[in-house]
Each structure stands twice: as C-alpha cells, then as structure tokens.
C-alpha cells in the first residue's frame, strides 16, 4: 500500500513538473513577431565642402544634407548650409542656412529635384564701410544622370533675382553624392 502511494504520489508530481515546465517554455515564447525598423536603412548622407585660397581670397563652405528613401522613386531629405568668403581689402560674408529637398528617379539613371533654400547673408564691404543682411530665397529645379550614388547634373534657381542674390547666375551645375 505504501509502494502504491507513493509511486501514485511520484506520477502526479512528475505531471505537475511536466506541466509547469511546459507552461514556462510557452511563456517565454514571444508570440507577437518583432518587426524591425528599416527607416536607418533608408536614410542616406552626404553633401559638400569646398575650400578655395588665392591671392586675398578664401572661400570655405560645408553643406551636410541627408535624404529618406521612400522607394526607388522618391526620396525627400533636408540639408544645412554654412559659406564665407572673402576678399581682401573687399569685402567678408557670411552665409548659413537650410533646405529642404525632394528627388524623383522616373528611370534609375534620371534624377529630378526640387530644393527650397534659405539662406542668411551678412556681407561687410571694407573699402567703403558698408554692410548688408539679407534673407536669400532660392527655389531650385534640376535634372541630373545617375550612376548609383553620384548625380551629375544642372539646376535653375526659379527665384533668381540679379540685385539681392548670393549666386552669380540663375544656372548652377552640381554633383551630388549620397553614401
């Protein structure tokens, strides 16, 4: 009779063992799958910097920027931007500010943009002592050819006027590199 208690005793445990090592395992099972965020994979840097000496002349400018991949069509992405120049005994600018931009690739090797600049313009003229500060707005359509993640290209400032403008022409080439 004891042998009999206590191998029944010995069953229910081991079911009782089995049972809680059962409802455990399951427990730490996730059972909602985990969906990870690819956003970083879609995001892209890059932008430029320049450095330019002559005789009484610097010119230093550095423009990080970063774009979004919505698909292979689309990518919208914003940049800073931050120039001084100056000439000796000339005059000095500083100019810094932002945009914001948009890409469309209608074939891969085709590339269309838009870009909305703003920028902050502070110029000092030394020889008659004068300064000016100025908002510079500048609203770019381009076009370009593409080969991976270099644009070669051209863009028109729509919004270019020839009396308070930053830029020598309404017409600018660009090369644009992404990483």
């Known amino acids: 009779m004891k042998k009999n208690a206590l191998h029944n005793l010995t069953k229910r445990l081991t079911f009782v063992f089995f049972l809680c090592f059962c409802f455990s ?3 730490q099972q996730n ?4 969906t990870k ?3 970083w994979n879609k995001v892209q840097f890059g932008g430029g910097l ?8 610097t010119n230093i400018s550095i423009a990080p ?9 689309f990518s919208a992405g914003v940049g800073l931007q931050y120039n001084y ?18 890409l469309v690739n209608p074939i891969p090797e085709i590339q269309l943009s838009v870009e ?10 030394e020889d008659i002592n004068l300064s000016d500060n100025f908002w510079n707005t500048g609203l770019f359509l381009g076009a370009g050819y593409r080969a991976e993640n270099v644009t070669i290209g051209a863009r028109y400032n729509v919004l270019f006027d020839k009396d308070k ?5 309404a017409l600018m080439p660009f090369v644009r590199v992404f990483f």
């Not at 059972?31 to 985990?34: M, R, V």
């Not at 909305?116 to 003229?125: P, T, W």
């Not at 403008?165 to 022409?169: E, F, I, P, S, T």
């Open 165 to 169: 403008n930053v830029y020598g022409d």
């Open 50 to 57: 320049g450095l330019g000496f002559g005789t009484g002349f």
């Open 85 to 102: 120049l100056k000439q000796k005994d000339a005059f000095s600018s500083s100019q810094y500010g932002g945009s914001i931009l948009g």
């Open 31 to 34: 059972t909602q799958p985990q």
């Open 65 to 73: 920027s970063a774009i979004y991949n919505v698909n292979d069509y």
């Open 116 to 125: 909305l600049e703003q920028l902050r313009v502070n110029v000092n003229y």
């Open 37 to 39: 965020s690819d956003f």
């Open 25 to 27: 395992i399951f427990a």
